[in-house]
């Protein structure tokens, strides 16, 4: 078995309203940085996997992100995948 650490990226889709993202945004011109629009705001998940290969430690994260870590209706999602020590 090979140890694989997965970087997860989950953001909500840019049809969706961001509410936390429009604070932010609008929280910005009040620490004078009035040029920074259009903040978004998602999660970032780590979390490592013993696979016998990369392709197999792929499907797994592509199972585990559709299944519990997206809500596929509301949010995307992107990965990378590397073999650890």
């Keep these: 078995m090979t140890k694989f650490q997965a970087e997860i990226d989950v953001m909500p889709k ?3 309203l961001d509410p936390q993202g429009k604070a932010v945004t609008g929280s910005m011109k009040n ?3 009035a040029e ?3 903040v978004r705001i998602g ?3 780590t979390l490592e996997i013993e696979a016998d290969n990369a ?3 792929h499907a797994k994260v592509e199972q585990a992100c559709k299944n519990l870590l997206a809500n596929l209706i509301m949010e995307s999602y992107t ?3 590397q073999e650890v020590a």
Excluded: M
């Design 31 to 33: 620490l004078g940085l």
């Design 55 to 57: 392709e197999t430690a």
């Design 79 to 81: 990965f990378t995948l």
């Design 36 to 38: 920074i629009h259009n």
């Design 43 to 45: 999660k970032h998940i």
């Design 14 to 16: 840019k049809e969706i």
